[in-house]
């Protein structure tokens, strides 16, 4: 089936360890996101990438890089990882050509199953 | 900036109960704005939209009226049933932090029994 595809599913970390997670989508989107997902905060937008070759900093970017490899795969990394950073990370993507511009209304996001972090 | 307040949950009801979540926002312009759900150990999916004001998005049994006078947006759907358990996500185009983005609420949880 078509759609958003993250890996890896759980990870167990201890502070100061780096990882990336990996996303790649198959619907030929132009854009893809990272958001984070806490208890009572809702998703918080992390890094999007509007399109192949340009990547943005969101609401809350400290601590991570991403790598918008080709226009399926949109990578997030965490170099030295903090306990902050647990938390469920979701990867999602959308038609529109500009990440930045919702105000057409019809910007819909197709989201990942989520990757579950855990830093010790 | 923009933001989105929804009730807190968890909201528990009996199968075939009526279903209100509240959902207001603040907002500069003329936002679009979104219910997306998320099911146990799935990722967020788009339950309805509406672009306008005085516009009705419908989907599955769930409808929610954009009400610029009330700024609001609630989801109700009239008859719930045990698959419809899961955290509903309010959420509204926005803009905050210099940029246009999606901007979600915190998200209530609907927990269903027969």
């Known amino acids: 089936n078509a759609g958003v595809t993250q890996t890896p599913k759980f990870q167990v970390l201890k502070t100061g360890q780096s990882m990336t997670l990996q996303c790649a989508q198959d619907?030929?989107?132009?854009?893809m996101y990272w958001y984070r997902q806490d208890p009572g905060m809702g998703l918080r937008l992390i890094y999007y990438?509007?399109?192949?070759?340009?990547?943005d900093k969101g609401e809350v970017p400290n601590g991570y890089n991403v790598s918008r490899l080709n226009k399926r795969e949109f990578s997030l990394r965490l170099e030295s990882a903090a306990p902050s950073q647990t938390s469920v990370y979701f990867c999602?993507?959308?038609?529109?050509?500009?990440?930045?511009?919702?105000?057409?209304?019809?910007?819909?996001?197709?989201f990942g199953a989520g990757s579950r972090l855990t830093v010790l | 900036g923009d933001s989105v307040t929804q009730m807190e949950g968890p909201v528990t009801l009996s199968e075939e109960a009526f279903l209100t979540i509240n959902c207001t926002y603040t907002?500069?312009?003329?936002?679009?704005l979104f219910w997306y759900v998320q099911y146990p150990g799935e990722g967020l999916q788009l339950l309805l939209k509406a672009t306008k004001a005085d516009d009705k998005g419908s989907n599955k049994g769930f409808e929610a009226t954009y009400r610029k006078e009330t700024t609001s947006f609630h989801l109700e759907k009239g008859s719930v049933q045990v698959s419809d358990s899961a955290v509903y996500f309010c959420?509204?185009?926005?803009?905050?932090?210099?940029?246009?983005?999606?901007?979600f609420g915190a998200g209530t949880r609907l927990a269903v029994h027969p």
């Open positions: 959420a509204l185009t926005g803009f905050s932090g210099g940029y246009n983005k999606l901007i």
């Open positions: 999602a993507s959308s038609g529109q050509d500009r990440a930045s511009t919702f105000t057409s209304g019809a910007n819909v996001l197709t």
């Open positions: 990438s509007a399109s192949e070759g340009t990547t």
């Open positions: 619907m030929n989107h132009n854009s």
């Open positions: 907002a500069t312009g003329y936002p679009s």
